[in-house]
């Protein structure tokens, strides 16, 4: 246990530039951020390509070289590849280099250790509502990491990349189905493993805040209702499948659910007050 | 009205490449998505950067030059600039070109036209669990949307862009407030407009799919339960705040709460049945 927490550095491109106090880039507080996010919002630039590609995506922290590491330690973010057949070919076209699309640094870079990527996890938790238009806000939570992403190719670590995103998913599930994935499900799961750089998050908490001369003004106090709405996402009743044939709703996942929900609710609420 | 409902043209970085059959091109669909989206993922590549940038961002889709414009007609997208100085000081220094960072093609189109970027809004409605880790899947709305963003000058325009913004976060909020915004708030508020060159949509409902092998394997059927959970996003008690004074929710805020999460819970349930 170290004396102090893991941080990020930070980088440029990382610092949160905007409202400081609410920046923080404690290792843990981050990747809590993301291993709590159902989906993910994953960044590239495509070669050839006006944009900046963005897709949202399944994916998990963890370490297959320590798989006991906690939220604290240096982790790797993997991707369930699925949806990801784009980067998957900017992955591989960049092996092949084509220096008149990127710059000499970038393709150096790509080569040696995999497409710059950037990933988004946001949760929103609250809708703060003031007395000015202008001091609105949203109580949230969001993560940024940079990495480089590659494929896993090593059977072993694939496998524990599978497991820990579909357990991300519902808690327990990987044990609960069919496993393990055939030769033919193998081949036809990619996985993007990103070795992070750095990482930043922000967070605001807390009721509404607004200017003295607002507050000082009776008629806009009494005439305007201030404070928050608390925001969760709720996980409903599961609705049976069309060849389901289990009688119950297993319990694994029913007490995982009702965990959720009522986590939800308390976060949302706790963090509406000041 | 137009015969057949207006799609946007498919590029190559915007085409779905993946599971085409859960593509939508058609304007009123994707501006949906996006329209009910409280959190927007913005990608752009900021000069100098490895990485792309990705923030979270508040934005809405409307036509300042035809207010009453519906979903399906030809829409800009308002982003709330407050958490956009990063995205506000490259659109700056874009216009003082420097071709050492970007390509001679990219410079003239931003400076034109305004920085590229990519918006990406997406709903989780379902975590759908099937026979087998890779048959999971989610029920999801996911939209994509490419332009160039560029400063809102016109105080009318901006105006309008502030109450459009305001009103997606709670309808009929902004008349309920301290409006107009003061020389201060004006100043110190930007917003974005981004030009819409395409987009598309991404959307899955329904129920579990499985492999045969898995559906014929009575072991595995009558062992391992399959359906959806159903996921949408509550709107809990409002927390009053702490310099309050008006006795009761208003009923705007409330009514609108409650119609919000019946609907979310509705759609849920509805698209996790085949």
């Known amino acids: 246990m170290p004396l102090r927490e893991l941080q990020y550095p930070t980088?440029?491109?990382?610092?949160?530039?905007?409202?400081?106090?609410?920046?923080?880039?404690?290792?843990?507080?981050?990747?809590?951020?993301?291993?709590?996010?159902p989906l993910l919002h994953?960044?590239?630039q495509a070669p050839g390509s006006p944009f900046?590609?963005?897709?949202?995506?399944?994916?998990?922290?963890?370490?297959?070289?320590?798989?006991?590491?906690?939220l604290g330690d240096?982790?790797?973010?993997?991707?369930?590849?699925?949806?990801?057949?784009?980067?998957?070919?900017?992955?591989?076209?960049?092996?092949?280099?084509?220096?008149?699309?990127?710059?000499?640094?970038?393709s150096t870079e790509e080569s040696k250790e995999g497409i710059p990527i950037t990933i988004a996890a946001?949760?929103?938790?609250?809708?703060v509502l003031s007395l000015t238009p202008n001091s609105h806000s949203y109580n949230y939570r969001s993560a940024i990491l940079f990495g480089h992403a590659s494929l896993v190719t090593s059977v072993p670590e694939k496998l524990y990349a599978m497991e820990l995103i579909t357990n991300s998913v519902v808690p327990q599930r990987w044990a609960h189905t069919r496993v393990p994935p055939n030769a033919a499900e193998m081949q036809s799961t990619s996985v993007l493993k990103v070795r992070i750089t750095t990482g930043s998050a922000k967070i605001r908490e807390g009721g509404p805040h607004d200017e003295r001369?607002?507050?000082?003004?009776?008629?806009?106090v009494e005439r305007v209702w201030t404070g928050v709405v608390p925001v969760w996402s709720v996980l409903g009743t599961p609705v049976v499948g069309g060849y389901n044939e289990?009688?119950?709703?297993p319990?694994?996942?029913?007490?995982?659910?009702?965990?959720?929900n009522r986590e939800g609710e308390e976060f949302a609420r706790g963090v509406a007050k000041d």
């Open 74 to 106: 240096v982790l790797d973010l993997y991707l369930h590849g699925y949806v990801s057949s784009r980067i998957m070919n900017t992955a591989r076209s960049s092996s092949s280099s084509s220096a008149s699309e990127t710059s000499t640094e970038t």
């Open 42 to 44: 994953v960044s590239f």
């Open 122 to 127: 946001t949760h929103l938790d609250g809708l």
């Open 251 to 260: 319990g694994y996942l029913e007490e995982w659910r009702g965990e959720r």
């Open 213 to 220: 001369g607002d507050l000082e003004d009776r008629g806009v």
């Open 52 to 70: 900046p590609a963005v897709l949202p995506m399944i994916g998990q922290m963890g370490s297959f070289d320590r798989p006991s590491a906690d």
């Open 11 to 37: 980088e440029p491109y990382s610092k949160v530039n905007r409202l400081k106090d609410r920046a923080d880039y404690a290792l843990e507080a981050i990747h809590r951020i993301v291993n709590t996010c």
């Open 246 to 249: 289990v009688g119950e709703v």
